[in-house]
């Protein structure tokens, strides 16, 4: 929760790592703008069941693509590369 109230706060996360779960899924106007108001490319970015690991160690895991915009949301991902919400998106099936 401490990492959702600085993403929705737009203040610094918090230094440690966290577990976030959306079993529903959900969208997103932008993997690579987290404050996005229009879809990258026209169209949101969709995503089915999934994990999220967050905090700083996510910079330091290597092997997950990192592309951003048209990433394949089947697979783990880093969303929001660079920002300082920055998380590995994990699809759970």
């Known amino acids: 929760m401490e990492w959702l109230h600085a993403y929705i706060g737009k203040s610094p996360p ?3 790592v966290g577990f ?10 932008s993997n690579l703008d987290p404050y996005a108001n229009k879809p990258d490319g026209g169209k949101a970015t969709i ?4 994990v999220m ?3 700083p160690a996510v910079k330091a895991a290597p ?3 990192r592309t951003g915009a048209g990433v394949n ?3 783990p991902y880093v969303m929001w590369k660079d920002t300082p919400y ?5 699809p759970v099936r």
Do not use: N, S
């Open 73 to 75: 949301t089947a697979a």
């Open 14 to 16: 918090p230094a440690k």
């Open 53 to 55: 690991v967050v905090g």
């Open 86 to 90: 920055e998380h590995l998106m994990i």
């Open 47 to 50: 995503t089915g069941p999934h």
């Open 63 to 65: 092997g997950y693509d």
């Open 20 to 29: 976030i779960y959306m079993l529903q899924g959900g969208w997103d106007f």
